[in-house]
C-alpha cells in the first residue's frame, strides 16, 4: 500500500552534483549497460519485470511487519531461495529478468528507527503508542500502521515525522547504500537492478501516486534524493525529473499506478489547479510518464462495468475496490469511475488531443506487484500476499484487509497480479527503460503470455509464411507505437502465445475507442482469434465461453480446452477516414483458480459459495495500445527503431 508520509522538504534539492565531475559522466560510468552486450537487430522477446516492490525500507511495509530488505528482494527477484519474513521458504519458479525497488521516498526507514529507538526517547505520546503497538505483536503492528495511514490521508501526522533535516540524512545514507546495492546485483545481459522509488502523493486519500524510474547507474543517480510527496501537485514531481535529466544527463520517467483508487482525481480533464487543461501540462504529463501500471495486487484498473457495460470482461479485479479510495476515508461515486479507469483515460486522452492538439493520457501499459513483503511474486499458486500480515495463512482469505476502516474489502479481493513485459534488445537497463519509453510494453496480470502486435495498412496472411517481425516493423508499428492515417483501414498483426507453464488461451480481442464525427467517445471491443468451441454459424453471432476445468475443491484445471497459440490478421471493419482512434489488444486465458482456491486447498478451508465462484478467474493480458492520428497533427512520423 502506499501513503504519503509527511514533508521531508530537505530531499528536494539536487545533491551533491559536483561530486561526479559537474554532473556530468562518461560512458563508462553511467551503468545503463550500453555496450556491454551483444543486442538483437530487433526487440527479440519480452523481459518480464516487477517495477512496484517494497522491502522493510518502505515506511508502511516495516510496520506491517517485512524484514526483508532490498538484498533480499533483488536475491528472490534473480531466482535465488530467501527466507520470508513468516519463516517459510520462498522462491521463485522462474527468475525475473529485471526489478524496481520502490520504497517510499517519505520517511524512509522510519518505522524501523522508531521501533528500534528506546521507548524513553520517543516523546511524542502517538509516536510512543504507534512503537508499543508494534512491539506488541503483528497484528497490533498492522493497526498501528493503519493508522499512521489515515493520519497521513488527514493531514495528521505528528510533527516528529516530518523533520526535513532528520529525514534527509536518514535518506541519504539509505539512498547511497541502495544504489551501491544495485549496482552490484545488476549484470546487463542477466539481470537488471532499476533504481527507483514511490512518490506517494494522497490528497484526501486519493490514489494519485507514482513509481519514478532510473535508466542510471549509480554515478548519476546519486547525485538527488528520492523525491517526497509534497502538499501540491505532479508538476513538482516532473520539475524534480527535468532537474535531474538537466544537470546529470540522465533519463527518469515516471508511472501512475492504481488509478482505480484514485476517485476519479487520476485522469481528469482538468489540470491540477482545477482549471481547463493547457497544452503544456498535457505535453509534460505525456513525456514524462509514458506507461501505467495497469494492474496489481490491489485491483484491477483497465475498466468497470459501469463504463463498459458491452464488456462481458470488465468486471475483472473490480470487486472491493471500486469502493472508494485507499483508506475508504472518501466513498466512490459513478460519476468518478471514468477518471480512474484507463480505458476511459485513453478516450479522454483522444478527446483532449482533438481539443488542443496535446494527448496527456498516451500511455502503455504494464503490470506489477506493489508487493510489500520484499517477494516480487504474481503467481496464485505461491502468492506471498499484499504485506507479512497476509503471507501464507488460513485465515487470510476471509479477513478484513482494509486500511484505517474495518469495511469493505477483504483479503480475497486482492489478486496476485502483475508483470510487466518489455519488449526489448538485450537486458540491459538501457534497452528496458526505452522500451517503457517508446511504449513497446505490456500487462500480465502474472502468466507470462508472450503477446506481440503491429499495425499497418498493407499487412495480409502472407505475412505470416515469412519474416514477419521483420515485416512488422518495417511496414508498420508496434504496440505503442502511432499510426498515420492515409485513408484506408488499419491491420493489424496480433500473436498470442501461452505461458508455457500456464494455462492455455481462451481468445485474443482487440478494444477499440474512438471519438466519432459528434465528438462522442465511444469504445468496442473485438473478438479476433479464439479457440476452437462449437460456435452457431451466424458470422455475427458471439463467440461464446471456452468452456471450465476447474476442479473448486482441488484447486486444479486441465488443459483441455483453448489453445496454446493464437494469432489473427484484423483490419478494422469499423474504420472511418480522419478518426482518433486507439486499439489495444486484450488476451484472456481458459478460467483457471485463483489463489484463494490454492490457500483452502493448502489450509483445509470451506468458503462460502459466492467466494469460491468469484475466484474462478480468467488472467489476461494487456498490450499498449497503437494509436491512429489524423494526418497533419503533431509528429506525423511513426517512431523509428533504434
Known amino acids: ?65 517485512v524484514r526483508l530488505g532490498p538484498e533480499d528482494a533483488l536475491k528472490f527477484a534473480r531466482g535465488e531461495e530467501v527466507t520470508a519474513t513468516t519463516g517459510m521458504s520462498a522462491q ?30 520517543v516523546r511524542d505520546p502517538t509516536l510512543r503508542r504507534w512503537r508499543d503497538m508494534m512491539h506488541e505483536s503483528p497484528d497490533q503492528s498492522t493497526r498501528a500502521v493503519a493508522e499512521l495511514i489515515t493520519a497521513a490521508a488527514n493531514d495528521e501526522i505528528p510533527e516528529a515525522l516530518r523533520d526535513p533535516e532528520r529525514q534527509a540524512k536518514a535518506t541519504r545514507e539509505l539512498w547511497d547504500r541502495h544504489l551501491g546495492l544495485l549496482d552490484r546485483y545488476n549484470e546487463p545481459g542477466t539481470f537488471t537492478a532499476f533504481a527507483g522509488f514511490e512518490w506517494t502523493l494522497m490528497p484526501g486519500g486519493n490514489n494519485l501516486h507514482r513509481v519514478v524510474m532510473f535508466r542510471d547507474g549509480s554515478a548519476r543517480t546519486a547525485q538527488v534524493l528520492p523525491y517526497p510527496g509534497l502538499d501540491g ?66 485491483g484491477d484498473s483497465e475498466t468497470h462495468p459501469f463504463l463498459s457495460p458491452n464488456d462481458e470482461y470488465a468486471s475483472f479485479g473490480v470487486a472491493g475496490w471500486e469502493l472508494g479510495n485507499l483508506p475508504l476515508t472518501a466513498k466512490s461515486t459513478p460519476d468518478m469511475f471514468a477518471g480512474s479507469y484507463i480505458r476511459s483515460a485513453l478516450l479522454r486522452g483522444l478527446t483532449l488531443e482533438q481539443q488542443m492538439g496535446e494527448n496527456p493520457y498516451a500511455f502503455g501499459l504494464i503490470g506489477s506487484t506493489d508487493s510489500h513483503t520484499a517477494l516480487a511474486t504474481a503467481d496464485d499458486d505461491q502468492f506471498f500476499g499484499k504485506h507479512t500480515g497476509n503471507e501464507p495463512r488460513a485465515d487470510r482469505a476471509m479477513a478484513p484487509q482494509n486500511l484505517g476502516t474495518r469495511e469493505g474489502r477483504f483479503g480475497w479481493h486482492y489478486l496476485a497480479s502483475g508483470y510487466a513485459a ?5 537486458n540491459t537497463r538501457a534497452e528496458i527503460f526505452d522500451a517503457f519509453m517508446r ?87 473485438f473478438d479476433v482469434a479464439w479457440s476452437a468451441r462449437p ?41 472511418r477516414r480522419g478518426q482518433r482512434a486507439f486499439y489495444y489488444v486484450r488476451v484472456l486465458e481458459i478460467p483457471t483458480p485463483s489463489w484463494v482456491l490454492y490457500d483452502a486447498k493448502r489450509f483445509g478451508l470451506t468458503l462460502p459459495k459466492e467466494v469460491v465462484e468469484a475466484n474462478v478467474i480468467q488472467q489476461r493480458a494487456y498490450s499498449s495500445p497503437v494509436w491512429l492520428r489524423p494526418r497533419g497533427t503533431p509528429g506525423d512520423a511513426p517512431p523509428i527503431m533504434r
Open 422 to 426: 518489455a519488449w526489448a534488445r538485450g
Open 233 to 298: 501537485d505532479v508538476t513538482g514531481l516532473w520539475d524534480y525529473m527535468d532537474s535531474y535529466e538537466q544537470s546529470t544527463g540522465g533519463k527518469v520517467l515516471a508511472i501512475p499506478h492504481n488509478s482505480n483508487l484514485s476517485n476519479g482525481k487520476m485522469f481528469e480533464f482538468s489540470g491540477p489547479d482545477g482549471g481547463p487543461m493547457d497544452a503544456d501540462y498535457a505535453r509534460r504529463r505525456a513525456r514524462h510518464e509514458p506507461v501505467v501500471e495497469a494492474t496489481q495486487i490491489k
Open 535 to 575: 460456435m452457431d454459424a451466424a458470422s455475427n453471432a458471439p463467440v461464446p465461453p471456452v468452456g471450465d476445468t476447474v476442479n473448486r475443491s482441488a484447486a486444479t484445471y486441465e488443459n483441455s480446452i483453448g489453445a496454446a497459440e493464437l494469432r489473427a490478421t484484423w483490419t478494422d471493419p469499423e474504420y
Open 92 to 121: 521463485l519458479d522462474r527468475p525475473l529478468d529485471f526489478l524496481v525497488i520502490a520504497d517510499h521516498s517519505d520517511a524512509m526507514g522510519a518505522t524501523r528507527r522508531l521501533y528500534d529507538a528506546p521507548r524513553m526517547m
Open 439 to 525: 511504449r513497446e510494453v505490456y500487462a500480465t496480470t502474472g502468466p507470462r503470455m508472450v503477446v506481440r502486435l503491429f499495425a499497418g495498412f498493407d499487412f495480409g496472411e502472407s505475412d505470416w509464411e515469412g519474416d514477419w517481425v521483420r515485416a512488422g516493423y518495417s511496414r508498420g508499428v508496434p504496440m505503442g507505437g502511432d499510426l498515420v492515417d492515409d485513408g484506408r483501414a488499419p491491420t493489424f498483426l496480433v500473436s498470442a502465445l501461452k505461458d508455457p507453464d500456464g494455462a492455455n488461451l481462451d481468445r485474443v480481442q482487440i478494444v477499440k475507442g474512438w471519438v466519432d464525427a459528434s465528438g462522442a467517445e465511444q469504445e468496442k471491443v
Open 1 to 65: 500500500m502506499d501513503y504519503r508520509i509527511g514533508v521531508i522538504a530537505g530531499a528536494l534539492v539536487l545533491a551533491g552534483c559536483d561530486l561526479f565531475g559537474g554532473g556530468r559522466v562518461s560512458e563508462e560510468q553511467r551503468g545503463d549497460g550500453t555496450n556491454t552486450i551483444e543486442l538483437a537487430e530487433f526487440p527479440d522477446r519480452p523481459y518480464w519485470g516487477d517495477t512496484h516492490l517494497h522491502t522493510d525500507v518502505s515506511v508502511d511495509a516495516f510496520g506491517f511487519g
